[in-house]
Protein backbone atom coordinates (compact mmCIF):
# COMPACT_ATOMS: atom_id res chain seq x y z
CA UNK A 1 0.00 0.00 0.00
CA UNK A 2 2.86 2.05 0.25
CA UNK A 3 4.39 1.89 -3.27
CA UNK A 4 0.35 2.99 -4.16
CA UNK A 5 0.74 5.70 -1.54
CA UNK A 6 4.31 6.88 -3.38
CA UNK A 7 3.03 6.75 -6.82
CA UNK A 8 -0.27 8.54 -6.34
CA UNK A 9 2.52 11.16 -4.44
CA UNK A 10 5.15 11.73 -7.78
CA UNK A 11 2.48 11.56 -10.25
CA UNK A 12 0.53 14.83 -8.48
CA UNK A 13 3.67 16.76 -8.21
CA UNK A 14 4.36 15.81 -11.83
CA UNK A 15 0.97 17.24 -12.77
CA UNK A 16 1.43 19.92 -10.28
CA UNK A 17 4.43 21.11 -12.22
CA UNK A 18 3.46 20.54 -16.00
CA UNK A 19 0.02 20.40 -16.14
CA UNK A 20 -1.76 22.37 -13.34
CA UNK A 21 -2.97 25.72 -13.73
CA UNK A 22 -5.33 27.76 -12.06
CA UNK A 23 -7.25 28.86 -15.01
CA UNK A 24 -7.77 25.16 -16.03
CA UNK A 25 -8.86 23.90 -12.99
CA UNK A 26 -11.19 26.83 -13.27
CA UNK A 27 -12.92 25.75 -16.21
CA UNK A 28 -12.61 21.79 -15.25
CA UNK A 29 -14.05 22.19 -11.75
CA UNK A 30 -16.98 24.16 -13.66
CA UNK A 31 -17.77 21.94 -16.85
CA UNK A 32 -17.24 18.78 -14.73
CA UNK A 33 -20.08 18.51 -12.90
CA UNK A 34 -23.06 15.98 -12.95
CA UNK A 35 -25.25 18.80 -14.44
CA UNK A 36 -23.47 19.17 -17.44
CA UNK A 37 -22.76 16.07 -18.49
CA UNK A 38 -26.70 15.68 -17.84
CA UNK A 39 -27.12 18.20 -20.41
CA UNK A 40 -24.87 16.24 -23.19
CA UNK A 41 -26.12 12.76 -22.07
CA UNK A 42 -30.01 13.14 -21.70
CA UNK A 43 -30.41 14.72 -25.30
CA UNK A 44 -27.96 11.36 -26.67
CA UNK A 45 -30.45 8.88 -24.79
CA UNK A 46 -33.54 10.48 -26.82
CA UNK A 47 -32.00 11.45 -30.15
CA UNK A 48 -31.19 7.39 -30.68
CA UNK A 49 -32.40 5.98 -33.36
CA UNK A 50 -32.66 3.09 -31.89
CA UNK A 51 -35.31 2.68 -29.41
CA UNK A 52 -34.42 2.29 -26.36
CA UNK A 53 -37.01 2.53 -22.91
CA UNK A 54 -35.38 5.72 -21.00
CA UNK A 55 -38.45 5.60 -18.82
CA UNK A 56 -36.54 2.56 -17.50
CA UNK A 57 -32.90 3.05 -18.19
CA UNK A 58 -32.96 6.77 -16.24
CA UNK A 59 -34.83 5.77 -13.20
CA UNK A 60 -31.91 2.91 -12.92
CA UNK A 61 -29.20 4.53 -13.43
CA UNK A 62 -30.49 7.49 -10.82
CA UNK A 63 -31.23 4.87 -8.26
CA UNK A 64 -27.78 3.03 -8.40
CA UNK A 65 -25.85 6.04 -9.20
CA UNK A 66 -27.45 7.83 -6.00
CA UNK A 67 -26.80 4.34 -3.49
CA UNK A 68 -23.33 4.39 -5.30
CA UNK A 69 -23.08 7.89 -4.25
CA UNK A 70 -24.02 6.80 -0.88
CA UNK A 71 -21.45 3.81 -0.49
CA UNK A 72 -18.46 6.23 -1.55
CA UNK A 73 -19.22 8.63 1.00
CA UNK A 74 -19.16 6.03 3.74
CA UNK A 75 -15.89 4.53 2.00
CA UNK A 76 -14.66 8.60 2.03
CA UNK A 77 -15.37 9.04 5.88
CA UNK A 78 -13.42 5.73 6.92
CA UNK A 79 -10.35 6.38 4.61
CA UNK A 80 -10.30 10.00 5.44
CA UNK A 81 -7.27 10.06 2.78
CA UNK A 82 -6.28 14.12 2.43
CA UNK A 83 -6.81 15.31 -1.34
CA UNK A 84 -3.27 16.02 -3.29
CA UNK A 85 -5.06 19.99 -3.17
CA UNK A 86 -3.81 19.35 0.53
CA UNK A 87 -1.04 17.47 0.65
CA UNK A 88 0.91 18.60 -2.92
CA UNK A 89 -0.51 21.45 -3.51
CA UNK A 90 -0.47 22.62 0.60
CA UNK A 91 -3.71 24.15 0.29
CA UNK A 92 -5.35 25.32 3.78
CA UNK A 93 -9.23 25.14 3.68
CA UNK A 94 -11.49 24.57 6.66
CA UNK A 95 -14.12 23.03 4.58
CA UNK A 96 -13.79 19.28 6.20
CA UNK A 97 -14.40 17.66 2.78
CA UNK A 98 -10.89 18.48 1.69
CA UNK A 99 -9.67 15.56 3.51
CA UNK A 100 -11.72 12.88 1.85
CA UNK A 101 -10.02 12.13 -1.35
CA UNK A 102 -10.54 7.76 -1.64
CA UNK A 103 -12.17 6.87 -3.62
CA UNK A 104 -13.62 9.42 -6.41
CA UNK A 105 -17.60 10.20 -6.39
CA UNK A 106 -16.95 11.72 -9.76
CA UNK A 107 -15.40 8.35 -11.36
CA UNK A 108 -17.15 6.11 -9.54
CA UNK A 109 -21.15 7.88 -10.46
CA UNK A 110 -20.09 8.61 -14.10
CA UNK A 111 -18.81 5.06 -14.36
CA UNK A 112 -22.15 3.73 -13.66
CA UNK A 113 -23.67 5.60 -15.80
CA UNK A 114 -21.69 4.81 -18.58
CA UNK A 115 -21.95 0.89 -17.36
CA UNK A 116 -25.72 0.60 -17.17
CA UNK A 117 -26.00 2.39 -20.25
CA UNK A 118 -23.54 1.08 -22.85
CA UNK A 119 -24.17 -2.91 -21.55
CA UNK A 120 -27.68 -3.05 -19.77
CA UNK A 121 -29.35 -0.89 -22.72
CA UNK A 122 -26.75 -0.89 -25.66
CA UNK A 123 -26.14 2.38 -26.37
CA UNK A 124 -22.96 3.91 -27.81
CA UNK A 125 -19.19 2.73 -25.80
CA UNK A 126 -18.91 6.38 -26.33
CA UNK A 127 -20.70 7.24 -22.99
CA UNK A 128 -17.88 6.13 -21.51
CA UNK A 129 -15.59 8.87 -22.79
CA UNK A 130 -17.30 11.14 -20.19
CA UNK A 131 -16.07 8.82 -17.21
CA UNK A 132 -12.44 9.53 -18.61
CA UNK A 133 -13.32 12.93 -19.04
CA UNK A 134 -14.60 12.98 -15.51
CA UNK A 135 -11.88 11.22 -13.91
CA UNK A 136 -8.60 13.21 -15.86
CA UNK A 137 -10.57 16.34 -14.87
CA UNK A 138 -10.45 15.09 -11.52
CA UNK A 139 -7.61 14.27 -11.66
CA UNK A 140 -5.92 17.36 -13.32
CA UNK A 141 -7.53 19.70 -10.63
CA UNK A 142 -5.39 17.57 -8.42
CA UNK A 143 -8.82 17.40 -6.15
CA UNK A 144 -7.90 13.23 -6.68
CA UNK A 145 -5.02 10.71 -6.74
CA UNK A 146 -4.88 8.46 -10.04
CA UNK A 147 -5.92 5.70 -7.17
CA UNK A 148 -8.96 7.17 -6.08
CA UNK A 149 -10.23 8.12 -9.93
CA UNK A 150 -8.79 3.90 -10.58
CA UNK A 151 -10.84 3.01 -7.30
CA UNK A 152 -13.82 4.83 -8.06
CA UNK A 153 -13.99 3.66 -11.69
CA UNK A 154 -13.94 0.11 -9.92
CA UNK A 155 -16.91 0.54 -7.68
CA UNK A 156 -18.80 2.12 -10.18
CA UNK A 157 -18.08 -0.65 -12.77
CA UNK A 158 -19.11 -3.18 -10.56
CA UNK A 159 -22.80 -1.50 -9.31
CA UNK A 160 -23.35 -0.51 -12.94
CA UNK A 161 -23.17 -4.48 -13.07
CA UNK A 162 -25.10 -4.67 -10.39
CA UNK A 163 -27.81 -2.52 -11.57
CA UNK A 164 -27.76 -4.11 -14.89
CA UNK A 165 -28.29 -7.93 -13.20
CA UNK A 166 -31.53 -5.94 -10.98
CA UNK A 167 -32.46 -4.76 -14.62
CA UNK A 168 -31.86 -7.90 -15.95
CA UNK A 169 -33.96 -9.60 -12.71
CA UNK A 170 -36.92 -7.63 -12.59
CA UNK A 171 -36.75 -5.36 -16.15
CA UNK A 172 -39.15 -7.76 -17.75
CA UNK A 173 -41.85 -6.79 -15.46
CA UNK A 174 -41.33 -2.90 -16.30
CA UNK A 175 -41.91 -3.21 -19.91
Known amino acids: ?49 IYKPVYVSLPLVLIFTYGTDRLVLVLKKYFARKRPLVSVMGKVDANP ?3 HSFPSAHSANSMIVGTILVFGFGETPWFLLFSLFAGVGR ?9 DIIGGWIIGFF ?14 YLL
Open 1 to 49: MNWISRFDQSVSVWIKAHLHHPRLSWILSRINRGEMFALVLLPLLFLNP
Open 97 to 99: DMK
Open 139 to 147: LLTLHHYIS
Open 159 to 172: MGLLGIFAYKLIGI
